[in-house]
């Protein structure tokens, strides 16, 4: 047996971690506070709760949300994770790090195995096979990484990393140590005899050895062969209590080799170093976010990295689309409606009107939602797009009253503006949809008016939709947005939104003439 030659995690000689400090996947530096769960209703809003339940869908135990809710602060900050998820586009990139997550998911299962089993030597089985998977990931990342030609700060530190801790006597122990007892078990041949309810041991002796026989004869019948088992040394399933009992006999049988897989165990009970297993955690990030769209870049629907711009820089994107209506109208084979969005010079606010159902609360989803997955440094929706990095996106959608709510609608509008006037910067955005529907036509047109006037007072960029059109012509600062509808038939929305002055057209006798529900039409259903 090889003698021990690794210490714990952080003992003995400078770790790799302290060598490479910092390194990270999705951090140039040290990774700022992230905020709470209850930040607002931007997240339902914005329909990014839907986007994030489906991007982060069977990686659950890899806890992302909080990294797809954390805007970063910097545009250095957003082109660092900018490059690496190109180089996660790249087939080779990813497959490395898919295989690298599925060793280390194996490493766990076993860990989460040899947890719950109360046998000694199944336990003890259980935590090699887990040390194997483990070394057998790590290198396997290095070697899949080393050709791979990548170009972002990140995978390249990554690669440093690597390198430097498979040369730690922390991992090389491990591996020498972990392999030396799996060859030392891998050894031992013995026999089971069985006569009527007895079973007995014994080592083999000048008999022959069918294991092999046996392993290919049944070879064709296994089902899932995707994960490896070359260093399996106890089958999937719990041991029966038979099983367990051949254990306990085969390890008083050959006692040197247990006796070495329990002192390995006993040196090595927290083995997984830390950054390892937060690279495997950032790995999965870009993952998750690329199979996200994988089915929207198949249908032919673009995506790009913004160009991070800084304050005062015109802003821009080009056939921009909601995601998560995207993903939901790709997958029922519908025709997905892009627009584009655009501030320049003096230009605040896109004061949003037209017709009801015309498409207005979905554009005003989608600028939200742009503006905070480029803040992730991540794909956004669109062929082009220019974006400053915001400090915060705030939101107010109109919702309905409910019978036992004791603050009014208009109340509950003012306390929700007065949060986010008190909370928005000249770097924030804030879309606000349909507010003060409640309002008598008088009130809600002094009351957009004062809150526009706010706004843009604060130097915010943003989305007001609204049915109160004239808002759109206060000034520079305003942009008029119109949704428009079919030339031919009014009472079709084309879900398209044109930069042009409001014409004050909601299109209601065309809705009511396509539903049978105009004076005439309701008239001669009476005389019929």
Not at 490 to 516: S, V
Request: proline share 6%; charged share 25%; with cysteine.
């Amino acid at each position: 047996m090889i003698p021990y030659a690794f210490g714990p995690i952080g003992g003995g000689d400078e770790s790799p971690q302290d060598r490479s400090r910092g390194v990270s996947l999705l951090f140039a530096g040290p990774a700022p506070e992230q905020p709470g769960t209850s930040d607002g209703d931007w997240l339902v809003d914005l329909r990014l709760d839907q986007l994030i339940s489906q991007v982060t869908s069977g990686r659950d135990s890899y806890q992302l949300t909080p990294l797809l809710r954390s805007r970063l602060p910097t545009p250095g900050a957003v082109r660092y994770r900018q490059e690496v998820c190109r180089d996660f586009e790249r087939s080779e990139v990813a497959d490395a790090w898919r295989t690298f997550g599925h060793q280390l998911a194996a490493t766990r299962a076993r860990l989460d195995r040899a947890d719950r089993t109360r046998h000694k030597w199944e336990r003890a089985l259980w935590h090699l096979e887990a040390v194997l998977h483990y070394v057998q990931a790590v290198e396997g990342l290095s070697v899949a990484l080393h050709p791979s030609g990548f170009s972002s700060a990140g995978l390249l530190a990554v690669q440093d990393y690597l390198r430097a801790y498979q040369e730690s006597s922390e991992f090389s122990g491990l591996a020498r140590e972990g392999r030396g007892a799996a060859a030392e078990l891998g050894a031992i041949r013995y026999s089971v005899k069985v006569a009527g309810n007895r079973v007995s041991v014994g080592r083999l002796v000048g008999e022959p050895d069918l294991s092999e026989e046996v392993t290919e004869a049944f070879r064709r019948f296994q089902q899932d062969a995707s994960e490896g088992r070359e260093f399996d040394l106890i089958r999937p399933e719990w041991l029966d209590p038979v099983e367990l009992r051949i254990l306990d006999r085969v390890a008083r049988l050959f006692p040197e080799p247990f006796t070495h897989l329990e002192q390995f165990c006993a040196r090595a009970p927290q083995f997984r170093h830390p950054v390892i297993v937060e690279l495997d955690r950032e790995a999965q990030f870009y993952l998750a976010y690329l199979d996200f769209l994988a089915p929207l870049r198949e249908a032919g629907l673009p995506t790009c990295y913004p160009e991070m711009v800084g304050p005062g820089a015109p802003i821009m994107a080009e056939s921009t689309y909601d995601l998560v209506l995207a993903r939901k109208l790709v997958d029922l084979d519908q025709p997905i409606v892009v627009n584009d969005l655009g501030f320049t010079g003096p230009e605040r606010i896109l004061v949003v009107s037209g017709p009801n159902q015309g498409g207005k609360t979905t554009f005003a989803v989608t600028v939200g939602q742009v503006f905070h997955l480029a803040a992730l440094g991540l794909p956004v929706a669109g062929a082009r797009a220019r974006i400053p990095v915001c400090d915060a996106v705030l939101t107010h959608f109109g919702r309905t009253e409910e019978l036992g709510d004791l603050q009014g609608r208009l109340e509950a509008d003012l306390a929700a503006l007065a949060q986010i006037f008190s909370r928005a910067t000249d770097r924030s955005i804030v879309i606000l949809n349909e507010t003060f529907g409640s309002a008598s036509l008088q009130d809600a047109r002094s009351l957009g008016r004062r809150t526009l006037e706010r706004l843009v007072a604060i130097g915010v960029r943003g989305v007001y939709v609204t049915f109160i059109d004239e808002l759109a012509e206060m000034g520079p600062a305003m942009v008029s947005m119109v949704s428009t509808v079919d030339p031919e038939d009014p009472a079709e929305r084309t879900f398209k939104l044109q930069r042009r002055p409001p014409d004050g057209l909601a299109y209601a006798l065309a809705i009511a003439h396509k539903y049978g529900l105009t004076r005439d039409q309701l008239l001669e259903r009476l005389r019929a």
